[in-house]
C-alpha cells in the first residue's frame, strides 16, 4: 500500500494567483510557493515544503509504476480516497509500506525527504 500526498491550495489561494500572479502569490502564500517550485519535480523541492503536501489517498500497488498508472487510469477499487484528489502528477509525493518517500518527476521518480 502506498500513500499520496498532493499540494491543494485553498480558494483564497487560488484567487490571489488569478488577481496577483503567481509570483506574488508565491511572496503572499507559501503553500503557493511550494507548488511553484515542485511543479516540475524534484529539482525544486525542499524538505520545509513537506507541511503543505495533504494525504489524499491510499493506493494498491506492486511499485511506484503501478501507482502512477493507476491513480490516473484505475481501477478505482485500488484507490481509497481520504480527501479531494487530482490524477497522480509531477510534484506530487508517493510515500511505500517502509516509509520512503519518492516525487514524481517529468520522468520517472527521485527520492526525497517528506516529514508525515
Given at each position: ?90 510534484g506530487d509525493i508517493v510515500v511505500d509500506e517502509a516509509g520512503v518517500s519518492h516525487m514524481v ?12
Amino acid at each position: 500500500m502506498f500513500k499520496v500526498f498532493q499540494i491543494r491550495p485553498s480558494q483564497t489561494v487560488t484567487e490571489a494567483v488569478n488577481s496577483i500572479g503567481h509570483s506574488a502569490a508565491a511572496q503572499a502564500h507559501p503553500i503557493w510557493e511550494a507548488k511553484l517550485e515542485t511543479m516540475h519535480g524534484s529539482e525544486g523541492y525542499k524538505s520545509q515544503y513537506s507541511e503543505h503536501y495533504e494525504h489524499v489517498c491510499d493506493i494498491a500497488a506492486e511499485d511506484l509504476d503501478a501507482v502512477f498508472h493507476i491513480g490516473n487510469m484505475g481501477p478505482e477499487e485500488k484507490i481509497n480516497r481520504v480527501a479531494p484528489m487530482h490524477s497522480i502528477s509531477v510534484g506530487d509525493i508517493v510515500v511505500d509500506e517502509a516509509g520512503v518517500s519518492h516525487m514524481v518527476d517529468p520522468i520517472g521518480f527521485s527520492p526525497v525527504e517528506f516529514s508525515l
